[in-house]
């Protein structure tokens, strides 16, 4: 969304990619499912790497004094994990009142009941899933018949087919899954193998919320909404070596490199991840964006009113 890097005032480099292996190293990349840092855990490590960046100069806000490593880091970590907790409290209070579905439920219960495009067509149902050609169509004798899309679904004429991730491959290490026609009630997400949908609701995204949060904490922190640099980058190779490669199947089938001007354009990446893994439907991206802009400018300044208060320093009692 940039022509010119605002750091370095160059244009950009172009960054063109497959669409497929985009979606899928950015589902990837931004999970932080089991064994991994968790969504606040992420921002704590783009933290480390913008502390640890030598274009980073350690003023808080961009002005004033030059601070030593330990005392940008205690008041760095203080705001940033303030405003994640905090977005955490309000993310899952909305989550609790409101109380919505996520896609495995609402694909699979809606498929189960049929269409709600067509009165006329067959399989009519008003909270079926809509049809739309290519994605979601209706299994029929014509579209089943040997040679046609839904030839292997022969079996269930009548029911609801859609255009989907076809699941786990046998072995992830060296084949993929791919994309085909499946019966909606068979959907799933793309997701680890071992890591189900998480077991609460998704209104409102808890990813977007965390990642906005920390976006507005590192841009006032920092001073500069972008990058050390003016750009923040993660590569994925193809074949998983030698860094980071896909792990939920084979790939990407070329490297792919992630790229953000500014901590937004990370934050939104984090929320539109959670899209295309299919753990959101999309109306719950953007609120939980709200709610982490909120919530990270009030830590922000909560934190800061603590860094101006004068210090009451107590002493130590002595030890008997």
Known sequence: GYVNNPVTGAPYPDNFTLRGDWGRVLSEFW????????????WNEIANEVSDHPATIKRIGGAGPILSDLEWDIKLYLALNGALHDNAIATWEVKRLHN?????????????????SNSAMPSYHPQGLPLEPGVVE?????SSAP???????????????IYAWLGHPAVPATEFGGAGWILATHWIPYQQRNFVTPPFPGYTSGHSGFSRAA???????????????????FVANNGGAPNFGLSFEFGPSQP???????????????????????????????????IGHRVGLAAMQRARALFSAPLNLQPVPALD
Request: proline share 7%; charged share 15%; glycine share 14%.
């Open 31 to 42: 999970a932080d499912g089991p064994r991994s840092s968790t969504p606040p855990g992420h």
């Open 100 to 116: 919505v579905s996520r896609p495995i439920t609402l694909i699979r219960e809606m498929g189960s009941l049929g269409q709600s």
């Open 138 to 142: 209706l299994i029929s004798a014509q």
């Open 147 to 161: 040679g046609e899309r839904h030839a292997h679904l022969a079996a269930h004429i009548g029911s609801i087919a």
């Open 215 to 233: 976006a507005e904490v590192l841009t006032a922190f920092t001073g500069s909404a972008f990058f050390p640099g003016g750009l923040g980058e």
């Open 256 to 290: 792919v490199r992630l790229q953000w001007a500014s901590y937004f354009d990370a934050a939104d990446e984090a929320g539109l991840s959670r899209i295309h893994g299919g753990i959101h439907p999309a109306f719950d991206d953007y609120p939980g964006r709200v």
